[in-house]
Structures are given as C-alpha cells and as structure tokens.
T-cell receptor, first 114, second 112 residues
Framework: DQQVKQNSPSLSVQEGRISILNCDYT??????FLWYKKYPAEGPTFLIS?????DKNEDGRFTVFLNKSAKHLSLHIVPSQPGDSAVYFC?????????????FGKGTLLTVNP | IAGITQAPTSQILAAGRRMTLRCTQD?????MYWYRQDLGLGLRLIHY???????GKGEVPDGYSVSRANTDDFPLTLASAVPSQTSVYFC???????????FGSGTRLTVV
C-alpha cells in the first residue's frame, strides 16, 4: 500500500517556464512534508518542507503548496533552469511516531530543456 | 567537510556472500537510517536507529541487519546476499524534528 504517490514518472519543461511536480498521500496522520532533489550518482538533498499547519512555503524559486483536504501537495519551480533537471522525491512524516521516519514517493524525473 | 560517508561506493558481490555496508557521520546526529532505492519503487526504509544502542525495522528489513554501537557509525549487514538485494543503498541521518535527512552518496550493490 503506497502511502505517498507521485503519479508522474517524468516531466519535461522549457527553461524559464514553471515546473509543477505533484504528490498525493493517503495517510491522514502525516503532518510534515518534504521535497528532495536527486542527481545521478549522488544522494538525495533536502529542498524544501512544509508543516501541515501551513498551506504554502516559499524559498527562492521553489514553493510548496499543501492542500490537506485533498491530501495533495505540489512543488512549483519558477523559473525552471537546466540545473534543476533531477529526480524529485516527495516525502511525508508523522511527528507522533517514535522514529520520525520519512515515507517517500517513487520520484519524478524533471528535465528542463534549454 | 561535515556529512555522511558511505563505503564502498560500489560493489559486485556473489550470491550467498556476507557483506557490510559502512556508514559514518560526523554531525553528531542522533537518528540514522538505511534506505534502498530501486527503479520504479523510490526509496524504501530498511532499518533505522533513533539513538546509539537502539535500532528498529523499516518497510523492507528482511535479509538485513544493523547495529548502532556509537553515534557516528551505522553499518548495514547482508548475512547471505541474494540477487534481489541488488540496489543502491543510502544511509541518512537527521538533525532535528523540523529538518530533513542528510543523505550519503550511496553504495551501488550488485549481487550476481
């Protein structure tokens, strides 16, 4: 049973345009959400996060939106740059647990074309 | 440079052999994790440790064991490797409740 779903395996956008990566979750206990970026042959790196008490968090070109009623979050990258080309993982956590472990989606490969 | 070091970077291992993947961090993080990444399956948690001396099972623990004798080291052992354990293995640690994990660069393991 996949609790965090990224239904788009890949996304291709033009440089300068907006990239929107989507993520859905099924576990209503999740209260903290994160996005990670992963380049080939490297470990994932933390990008941005959002607590369930917020509906938006912004950091430079990256904005994450959370819709709790729909159990949906999205990552917006504006403007997209070729260096943003990577696999993006959505992750979720339940802070009431004893280990704060993250549950990851399968990832979306973003390609930004020059 | 502070971070997580994983070794080896890659390994080809004969089925049935025992192997330990090493993970060391110098950030004094209490919590550490082992994930495996497989194409089409994302990152799946194998084992975790909230603090030195404690460990717990993740989603896919079978065939793997871990130990946490001190804060810095969190080795992952495959007692008798099987081809289905071919994967990229990532070690991670966590700083605090509102911070994400810090990941190592991974170990690419091929079991033949």
């Amino acid at each position: 049973d996949q609790q965090v779903k990224q239904n788009s395996p890949s996304l291709s956008v033009q440089e300068g345009r907006i990239s929107i990566l989507n993520c859905d979750y099924t576990n209503s206990m999740f209260d903290y959400f994160l996005w990670y970026k992963k380049y080939p042959a490297e470990g994932p790196t933390f990008l941005i996060s959002i607590s369930s008490i917020k509906d938006k968090n912004e950091d430079g070109r990256f904005t994450v939106f959370l819709n709790k009623s729909a159990k949906h979050l999205s990552l917006h990258i504006v403007p997209s740059q070729p260096g943003d080309s990577a696999v993006y993982f959505c992750a979720a956590r339940w802070s009431g647990g004893s280990n704060y472990k993250l549950t990851f989606g399968k990832g979306t490969l973003l390609t930004v074309n020059p | 440079i502070a971070g997580i070091t994983q070794a080896p970077t890659s390994q080809i291992l004969a089925a049935g052999r025992r192997m330990t993947l090493r993970c060391t961090q110098d950030m004094r993080h209490n919590a550490m994790y082992w994930y495996r990444q497989d194409l089409g399956l994302g990152l799946r948690l194998i084992h975790y440790s909230n603090t030195a001396g404690t460990t717990g099972k993740g989603e896919v623990p079978d065939g793997y064991s871990v130990s946490r004798a001190n804060t810095d080291d969190f080795p992952l052992t495959l007692a008798s490797a099987v081809p289905s354990q071919t994967s990229v293995y990532f070690c991670a640690s966590r700083q605090g409740l509102d911070y994400g994990y810090t990941f190592g660069s991974g170990t690419r393991l091929t079991v033949v």
